[in-house]
């Protein structure tokens, strides 16, 4: 059968082939600590449960409209104002089916082939992939330890040229934990006004930070009309299975967002997003205890790498993982990643699963239970020994 040419620019995650491969060596009979996948280990909170099952006993199995039940998308806008002082309407929020549509429906709906785009390196390997996809230039932004995995300011600036339309951020970020400070992102909003940008904010761990504060681009005077906002349930609320996500935009803008859903998904799964009412207007002690956990994970697994000869690791501010420096132990990431998963039943990342300048790195998830955490540090440690 004849496929398109296009295909071979769609790129992958690759979180999701270790996870397989990991879970074949399961399947042998070995033992595999997971800490590849960026899934919360918690269950979803019973209040947002029990208002599926309700919503399913209530009719909400039909189609709905392609942007989202109105209801939901009301709940989003008071979330927005509340979250991040911003005023917006139902009619510039869209419900998708997950958060990556917004990221594919954002770069088709605002990029022409050739246009460039800036996007985080390493980062969510999604951006990268739909960048080269669509036939636009992908521009990537290193995103270095040395500035505490944040974004480099006089870098950003001089990769912006005329052709440059686009911008992707993403904080707290994925792999790193990053957070990209109040100050740097009132210089972003200067650059984006000065050049006319649009800007994909992937906010999707928004919730989840343990130093510092989230700040968001949209918050700032004039953004409005510049920013996709992304967020989103699957993290703060352990849903990563419901597929729900949601993009705050201008209004001109959700129209052909919406118009992109109607001939892709159709709609969002209705009583799921009745869920997610309860979920954004009900109790959050069980969001705030994740976190609590999360922040409790966080320091035994970052003082366990720094104790292991060779690799270094610096306290993430947000998210769930761990981007450790491995570039004192002898092979690439992608060695090390499949040497601990075959030869100590760890499954990690390899720092290029989310581009060229993540070489050196591993990624781990730290959402995994402490004891389990403990036991694949010591694995490692025997690993590392071994080399």
């Known amino acids: 059968m004849k496929t398109a040419s296009s295909l071979a620019r769609l790129g992958t995650e ?34 947002i449960r029990e208002a599926a099952k309700a919503a399913l006993d209530e009719g909400y199995t039909h189609y709905g409209p392609s942007a989202g039940l109105p209801i939901l998308r009301q709940a989003i806008a008071e979330e927005i104002a509340s979250s991040r002082g911003v005023e917006v309407g139902p009619d510039n929020v869209v419900v998708t089916p997950g958060g990556k549509p917004i990221i594919f429906f954002s770069l088709l709906a605002c990029v022409d082939s050739g246009d460039e ?31 505490d995995f944040s974004v480099d300011l006089d870098e950003l600036t001089s990769l912006i040229t005329p052709r440059t339309t686009f911008l992707i951020l993403n904080s707290p970020g994925n792999p790193t934990g990053g957070l990209i400070a109040r100050d740097q992102l ?15 904010a992937d906010e999707i761990y928004s919730r989840s930070i343990y130093d510092g504060e989230h700040v968001s681009l949209l918050s700032f005077p004039g953004m409005q009309e510049h920013v996709i906002l992304l967020d989103g349930f699957s993290k703060t609320y352990a849903m990563t299975g419901w597929r ?31 869920a997610c009412v309860e979920a954004l207007k009900g109790p959050q002690d069980e969001a705030r205890a994740m976190v609590a956990e999360f922040s409790r994970r966080r320091k035994v697994i970052v003082e366990g790498l720094n104790a292991i000869d060779g690799i270094s690791c610096r306290q993430p501010s947000g998210a769930f993982y761990v981007f450790p420096n491995v570039q004192a ?17 760890v499954a990690t990342l390899s720092g290029t699963s989310f581009g060229a300048y993540g ?26 020994s071994r080399l």
């Open 14 to 47: 690759t979180a999701f082939e270790v996870l397989v491969r990991a879970k074949e060596l399961e399947a042998q009979g070995r033992n595999v600590i997971h800490l590849e996948i960026g899934e919360p280990d918690f269950d979803t909170p019973v209040n």
């Open 117 to 147: 785009v800036i996007y985080p390196n390493p980062g969510f390997p999604i951006y990268e992939s739909v960048i080269n996809w669509i036939g636009a230039k992908a521009v990537p932004l290193p995103i270095r330890e040395e500035n």
């Open 186 to 200: 009132a210089r972003i909003a200067q650059l984006v006004v000065e050049h006319n940008l649009t800007v994909l």
């Open 244 to 274: 729900i996500g949601y993009g705050v935009m201008p209004e001109e803008l959700a129209f052909w967002v919406t118009r992109l859903m109607t001939n892709s998904n159709s709609c969002t799964n209705s009583f799921v997003q009745m």
């Open 329 to 345: 132990l002898s092979g690439s990431s992608k060695e090390l990643e499949q040497y601990f998963l075959e030869e100590y039943g």
């Open 359 to 384: 070489e050196g790195y591993l990624r781990l998830s730290y959402a995994n239970s402490v004891e389990n955490i403990r036991e694949a540090l010591a694995r490692m440690a025997e690993g590392v």
